[in-house]
């Protein structure tokens, strides 16, 4: 397996938000390291395997990128050679 080409950071908010999560749905630790598998890899999406989308209109520092996975939704932007994790929720709660 190939190196980690960027590093996964999170926010204070964003950990806040895992935790209470993850207290009520295990399963969310699971899709969590999922996702920083994906996103130290390939946050672009440029290989087209993944469920990343680039949202429109989303300000840098908001989120400009959404990860599906299950029923949980990863939002992050991307500088440099960094993924900086803002937000996680789950789909059928206020997501956004």
């Not at 938000?17 to 969310?28: M, S």
């Not at 990128?65 to 500088?79: H, M, N, P, V």
Request: hydrophobic letters at 35%; one cysteine or more; a positive charge.
């Amino acid at each position: 397996m190939n190196a980690p080409a960027y590093s996964v950071l999170t926010t204070a908010h964003f950990d806040r938000l895992l935790k209470k999560l993850a207290a009520r749905h295990p399963e969310l630790v699971e899709r969590f390291e999922e996702a920083i598998t994906i996103l130290s890899l390939d946050p672009h999406n440029k290989s087209q395997k993944y469920q990343i989308k680039k949202l429109q209109g989303v300000r840098k520092g908001e989120g400009q990128y959404r990860l599906r996975s299950g029923r949980f939704r990863f939002r992050y932007d991307i500088a440099d050679r960094e993924v900086v994790l803002l937000y996680c929720g789950l789909r059928r709660e206020d997501t956004y």
